[in-house]
């Protein structure tokens, strides 16, 4: 089955600088990473996705790689807040809603 | 539009009791999956349902099954309760109705507690 590993398990930036999450994944058949947010105490949300035809995603402070033939996808986040800080989860799909989770980065933006 | 709704949001079991867990889905939706959040582990696959059928299923051994209503409310059964079964239950919708996985969209959890 699929294996998502995610890198680092924690994170401690200055609020303005910026943060990278990487990921690797197994399953060449994968064809869909979201990343989700999850605050403390409360639900994942996705934040940005990026389906396997794609190779770079963006969304105003947020951004997206993958690299297919590598097998790993990164999270960019610039210009750090502190509503920033929580914990972020990479994913990877061939299918069905069977999403595989990485462990999680736990994000702390320093003001 | 009501969100992801799960009950109850907290419970206490004892070793080798059952429990059932429940889910409404977003209006709409007719995808649900369920997911055991722990600290060490992340979020795990459980099983996802679509249209009553179980399209995937995860590793967790037997003891954990579920089925899903023609109204898209969702249940997940856990029998023989062990400690290690303390964890946060997630439930998510999504609309997809093909084989492309898109946005889940989680309700807040149940958390189980195995004394």
């Known amino acids: 089955g699929e294996n998502v590993e995610q890198h680092p398990s924690t994170l401690s930036v200055q609020e303005g600088d ?3 999450i990487k990921c690797t994944y197994s399953d060449s058949a994968s064809n869909y990473f979201p990343w989700y947010k999850q605050e403390l105490g409360k639900r994942p949300q996705l934040i940005i996705d990026i389906r396997s035809n794609v ?7 947020i951004a997206v790689t993958l690299n297919k033939t590598a097998k790993h996808f990164s999270l960019h986040i610039t210009e750090t807040q502190p509503e920033d800080s929580a914990v972020y989860f990479c994913a990877a799909s061939s299918g069905y809603q069977k999403v595989t989770f990485g462990t999680g980065t736990k994000l702390q933006v320093i003001p | 539009k009501a969100g992801v709704t799960q009950t109850p949001r907290y419970l206490i079991k004892t070793r080798g009791q059952q429990v059932t867990l429940s889910c409404s ?8 999956s369920w997911y055991q959040q722990t600290p060490g582990q992340g979020l ?3 099983f996802e349902y679509f249209s009553e059928t ?3 299923k995860g590793n967790f051994p037997g003891r954990f ?6 109204n898209s409310r969702s249940e997940m059964n856990v029998s023989t309760l062990e400690l290690g079964d303390s964890a946060l239950y997630l439930c998510a919708s999504s609309t ?3 084989s492309n996985t898109g946005e889940l969209f989680f309700g807040e959890g149940s958390r189980l507690t195995v004394l």
């Not at chain 1, 190779?55 to 402070?61: L, N, V």
């Not at chain 2, 889905?25 to 995808?31: A, C, F, Q, V, Y």
């Open chain 1, 18 to 20: 910026s943060a990278v």
């Open chain 1, 55 to 61: 190779g770079e995603k963006k969304d105003q402070r």
């Open chain 2, 25 to 32: 889905p977003i209006s709409g939706h007719r995808s649900v």
């Open chain 2, 44 to 46: 795990q696959f459980l």
């Open chain 2, 54 to 56: 179980q399209r995937n």
């Open chain 2, 65 to 70: 099954s579920g089925r899903q209503f023609s």
């Open chain 2, 96 to 98: 997809l109705a093909g």
